[in-house]
C-alpha cells in the first residue's frame, strides 16, 4: 500500500497534539484524604478569594480513592494521609513514565481515643497494636477493668486506616473492629460506649479522652499536643501529603506555592492539624 | 360626572378595603419537652429502622468489595504489505504470486494487505477474601475460542510481609512480558520477548521476596519453577507438562530514587535455566550449524542470562528509557504437529541468540503518549550476511514507532507503525536479497474498566 500519505497525516495529527497538551488551564482538582478534607477547602476558598481567576475544587473520599483518581487521570492533585505505597508509583511509571511528586504539606497526630470513663490512661503502641489486632480483648490485660473492649476504625480506602494499621497493627485488624466512614463518627462512637476503644486526628477529639502512648514499656506516655506532634516526640504523627504525577505547573504549581507560604501554612492551626515548620 | 362620582367612589373603595387588614393574633408555638422527646424518639425509631435495614445491605456490600472486575478491549485495524508468520521454512510468508514470495500459501492464496483484528478482550477476576490471599481468573475472548490467561493463587506471608507465593499459570518474571499490553505504548512485544516467551504465560509456582515493606530495601526477588512447555505445540498439550523437567527462572530487580532530581532508574537481571525434550527423531542442527542426530527423550539445552533498566525523568511530564538484553541458547523442534513446538522459533536445533531493545517513552500532559523503540533479535550469533544459509537463522532489527491519545481516562486512540529490517544473505537468495518490505501501520482502540 502507499503509507506516504498515511505518514505525513500521522506526523501532522502528532505534531498538532503535542501543541495541544501544553495548553494550561485554571482549573485544579484535588481529591482524596477525608482527613484533609476541611483543610484542603479552607486552602481552596482562601486561595479563591485572592485570586479570582483560579478554580479549585476540592472532593473527599479516601487517600486510596484520590490516589487511584491521579493514576487513571481524573484529578490534579491527590490529598493523602499516607506516604505512597510501591505498587501505586508502578502504576504511576506504567500510565505516566513518571514517579509522581510528593509534596508534605502539614503534620497530624493520630491520637488513640478512650471514653472519659475509662480508668485506662496510657498504653504502649504494642499494646494498642494487640488490641485492634484482636490479640487483647479484655481491659483487664492492659491495667483496666474487667470488661470487653469494643473497637472503631476506619475503613480500608482511608490514609488513616493505612497509615495505623502499617504503623502500629501492623498485620490484620480483627474482624470484629467495627468500621465507621469517617473520624467524627469514631468520636460519637467511643463517646457512648465507656469499654470501647478508636483512632483518628488529634483534631477531632471531643469529648473523648486522648490516650498518652508509650513508645515501649520503658518509655513516657506522651499525649498528642501541638508541642509533641511538631517535635515528633508523640509515636504516632505523621505528614500528610500532596500527590502530583509530575513537577507542578500553571495554577496548581501556584496553589502549591501558596500552600507553603507561611501564609498558606497559618490556615493549618484553625483546622487542627500542625503547619511543616 | 357620573362617570368621575362612579370612578371616585370605586377607588375610595379599594383604597379602604386595601386598609382592612386582618389583625393576626401571633400565636406562639408552645414547644413542651415532652412533645420534643416525641419526636426524638420517632426520628430514634426511624433510625434503627434504617439501620436494620442497612446491616444486611452493608454485609452484601462488604461481601460483593472482595471481589474486583477489571479488563480491557483491543481492537485495530491493520495495513501491511504481507503477514508476517513463522513457517518451517522460514520466519517469513510473503505475498502470494508475486515475485516476492518464496513460500507457497496454504491457508489463503489471496492477497491480503489489510484486515480488522480483535487484538485483546479480557476479563480479569480478583478476589481477595482475606487480606493477603488472592485468587485471580483471566480469560482471553477471540472471534473464534475463549483462551484462558491467567489461573492463579497468590499467598502473602504474613509474618514478615516480605514473601509471596504464587501457584497457578501467571506471566514469566521478565520486565516486557509482565508489563500489560493494556499500558504498553507499542503495539507489539519485541521480538525478542516474543520468541522467548511465547504465550507469555507458563504453569507453575513462584516466590517472590519483595523487601520494600518490611525492610524499606527497593529489592524484589522472584524464583519459578515452570512446566517449561506451555504456549508452545498443540493447544490440548498445554493443559499439562510434557516431560518431568521443569524450567528455573529468576529475577531481581534494585529501585534507586531521586526525587528531588524527578529521577528514578531500575535495573535487574534475571536467569531462565531449562530443557527441550525431543519428540520426533531426525537430524537437528547445533550452535554451530553443524547436523547432528537427535532421539525422543534427548534434550536440548534452553537457557539463557539477561538484564533490564529503566530510567524515569520528569521534565515536562515524565519520558522514560527502557532497555532489556538476553543472551543464551534457544532450541526447539520444527513442525506444528510437536508437542512442545514453540510457533515462534519453529526449527529444529539448538541456536546461541542474542537479543535486545531500546525504547524511549514520553508523556504530553494527560492525553498524550508516544514512543520510539529499536529491537534487534540476533537467532544464531555465529553466523552473518551471506553466511546465513536459512531463513530462520536471519538477524532482524525493528524500528516501532507508536503514539496515543486519551479520548476519556478509560479509551485510548492509538497509532503505530513497524518496520522490521532483516539482515540480508545471497546464499539463501529470492527475496532474501534485500530487506523484505513487511511494514505495518495500525490503528489501534482501547478501552478499559
Redesign the interface.
Known sequence: ?N?TK??IA?LL??VM??GF??TTINKVTVKGSDTMVILSQKWAEVYMKKNPGASIQVTGGGSGVGLAALI???TDIANSSRPIK?SEIEKL???????G??IPCAKDGLSVYLNKANPVTTLTLKQIGQIFAGKITNWNEVGGPDANIKLYGRESSSGTFGFFKDNVVK??FSPSCQTLPGTAAIVNAVKKDKFSIGYGGAAYAEGVKDCAVKKDDKSPGILPTAATIKNHTYPISRYLYMYL???PTGEAKAFIDWILSSEGQALIAEVGYYPLK | MKKVIVALMLSIFGIVNAQEVENDSIKPIAISIDSLQQSINEHQLKFDALNEQLSPLQEQVDKMSKLRISGYMQVQFD???YQDVPTSSGPLQLRPGTSETNVPLTTNPVDV??SFLIRRARIKFTYQP???VTFVLQPNFTFSAVTLKDAYVQLND?WTNTYQLWVGQFNRPDYEVE??SR?RIFMERSRMSIILYPQERDLGAKVVA?F??QYEI?LKIDVAAFNGNFGEGPISNQIADVDSEKDIVVRATYSL?F?KA?L?IDFGGNGYYGKNTVFADGTYSDVNSQPFDAKIGDKLKKQWYGAEL?V???I?????LKSEFHRGIISGTAGSAIINNNPSFNFSGEREFLGYYVAL??????????GIRYDSFDPNVKLSGNGVAVANDLEVHTWGFA?H??FT??TKIG?G?TMPINETSSTIGGIYNNDIRN?T?TLRFQVNF
Open positions: 500500500m503509507t498515511f505518514k500521522a495529527v502528532v497534539t503535542i497538551s501544553f487513571n487521570g481524573s510501591a511509571k506504567a500510565r505516566y513514565n513518571s514517579m511528586v510528593e498485620t490484620d504525577k509530575s513537577k | 495495513m501491511f504489505n494487505n489489510n482475606i487480606e493477603g504474613r508489563f500489560s499500558e519483595d520494600m515493606t527497593p530514587q526525587p524527578g528514578g529503566q524515569y525523568y520528569d515536562l511530564g515524565g519520558i522514560a517513552e514520553k508523556n504530553f500532559g494527560t492525553k498524550f503518549q508516544g503514539f491519545y486519551f481516562t478509560n497509532l507503525y511494514n501501520a
